[in-house]
T-cell receptor
Framework: ETGVTQSPTHLIKTRGQQVTLRCSSQ?????VSWYQQALGQGPQFIFQ???????GRGNFPPRFSGLQFPNYSSELNVNALELDDSALYLC?????????????FGSGTRLTVV | AQKITQTQPGMFVQEKEAVTLDCTYD???????LFWYKQPSSGEMIFLIY??????QNATEGRYSLNFQKARKSANLVISASQLGDSAMYFC????????????FGGGTRLMVKP
């Protein structure tokens, strides 16, 4: 079975720009969660998508938005980028909103905002 | 208050020895799960072990075991027979069943295995 794939692996954006990050979930998983991990810190929950609907959101502003597609892959969009958005963005897939043990993480996208 | 506290920013262990990484948590939810993840420099979070709040026995997965002390709200990870490849960041995380489906992570512990 394939794991979680994220793209791109690295990118550099300018403050004020918009960015889209992509995640392909593990085969058989119907839930995707996104996390932001600032340098030297633990990941923080952004939001979760279950069967194409947002199913929980952390303390992030509306300029962080997402989508989940019928094949359960997902996108994270960030508008009006700020310097503090520089971080590793991790995608995690799971079955049934994570109530079954096991969140499988991707390797992340490292975003640098200059 | 912090939901997950990892008090050891960095730890050294000699190869082939055992090491314990500390994790304390705070929740009033009776139903929750505790996870440990390993994060090498590549960035990927690798699942190591899971303990449910109603599990009667401590979880074990190969060289990893979880010392679950529910009354003290601690969930320490024990790695036996450390290997050089165990050098990485280790994160403790919790999912509270009545608080959505997110994982709350601690700040992590950097483990360095000495040859």
């Amino acid at each position: 079975e394939t794991g979680v794939t994220q793209s791109p692996t690295h990118l550099i954006k300018t403050r004020g720009q918009q960015v889209t990050l992509r995640c392909s979930s593990q085969s058989g998983h119907n839930t995707v969660s996104w996390y932001q991990q600032a340098l030297g810190q633990g990941p923080q929950f952004i939001f979760q998508y279950y069967r194409e609907e947002e199913n929980g959101r952390g303390n992030f502003p509306p300029r962080f938005s997402g989508l989940q597609f019928p094949n359960y892959s997902s996108e994270l969009n960030v508008n009006a980028l700020e310097l503090d958005d520089s971080a590793l963005y991790l995608c995690a897939s799971s079955l049934d909103r994570g109530r079954v043990r096991g969140y499988t993480f991707g390797s992340g996208t490292r975003l640098t905002v200059v | 208050a912090q939901k997950i506290t990892q008090t050891q920013p960095g730890m050294f262990v000699q190869e082939k020895e055992a090491v314990t990484l500390d994790c304390t948590y705070d929740t009033s939810d009776p139903s929750y799960g505790l996870f440990w993840y390993k994060q090498p420099s590549s960035g990927e979070m690798i699942f190591l072990i899971y303990q449910g709040s109603y599990d009667q026995q401590n979880a074990t997965e190969g060289r990893y075991s979880l010392n679950f002390q529910k009354a003290r709200k601690s969930a320490n990870l024990v790695i036996s027979a450390s290997q050089l490849g165990d050098s990485a960041m280790y994160f403790c995380a919790m999912r509270e069943d009545n608080a959505g489906n997110m994982l709350t992570f601690g700040g992590g512990t950097r483990l360095m295995v000495k040859p």
